[in-house]
T-cell receptor, first 115, second 114 residues
């Protein structure tokens, strides 16, 4: 079982508030990812990191920002939450798996609701 | 455009029955294909992973097949259990990506009734 954690699991917050979603992994993985997933829809990559001090935007445009100061920690921040940010946010990390690709391990997710 | 399409969108079966879920993809160049199980409110968990040279892979009651020529995969679940109720997601990785970026299908929502 993967050792990747996300907090909070559920968050209901008012418009305009600043929020930070936490993600931590204890597997020593260099690569970490943030995905956004709406009900019944596919996961969309919004941020990723190759390692400490490396962050990149993903395929889906997002108003959130991320930081990677420590290998095990990859928090996501929304400076001013809006109802359009309501979604599930999934964090993942990866290593090099046995078939030459990258096995991604997912956290349990944070369900964010902005009222 | 790299895409992953799954069918059916949703499926209801009775406990103990078998079922097969389908996945078609256009991702190129192809590296590997994975099936994930995602319980409601949880993150996806990997079930199987196959490269282009593998055409079948089993994990307990789950058996995945891959036809790299037609770019199709299936996930067969045998003797379904109530705990199999979940979304099953087909995920394809391209060979050109050092990031390990994955292309996700929308999933098939499986419900197993007693």
């Amino acid at each position: 079982e993967a050792d990747i954690y996300q907090t909070p699991r559920y968050l209901v917050i008012g418009t305009g508030k600043k929020i930070t979603l936490e993600c931590s992994q204890t597997m020593g993985h260099d690569k970490m990812y943030w995905y956004q997933q709406d009900p019944g829809m596919e996961l969309h990559l919004i941020h990723y990191s190759y390692g400490v001090n490396s962050t990149e935007k993903g395929d889906l445009s997002s108003e959130s920002t991320v930081s990677r100061i420590r290998t095990e920690h990859f928090p996501l921040t929304l400076e001013s939450a809006r109802p359009s940010h309501t979604s599930q946010y999934l964090c993942a990390s990866s290593d090099l798996d046995t078939v030459g690709g990258y096995e991604q391990y997912f956290g349990p997710g944070t369900r964010l609701t902005v009222t | 455009k790299n895409q992953v399409e799954q069918s059916p969108q949703s499926l209801i079966i009775l406990e103990g029955k078998n079922c097969t879920l389908q996945c078609n993809y256009t991702v190129s160049p192809f590296s590997n294909l994975r099936w994930y199980k995602q319980d409601t409110g949880r993150g996806p968990v990997s079930l199987t992973i196959m490269t282009f040279s593998e055409n079948t892979k089993s994990n307990g009651r789950y058996t995945a097949t891959l036809d790299a020529d037609t770019k199709q995969s299936s996930l067969h679940i045998t003797a379904s259990q109530l705990s199999d109720s979940a979304s099953y997601i087909c995920v394809v990785s391209d060979r050109g990506s050092t990031l390990g970026r994955l292309y996700f299908g929308r999933g098939t929502q499986l419900t197993v009734w007693p």
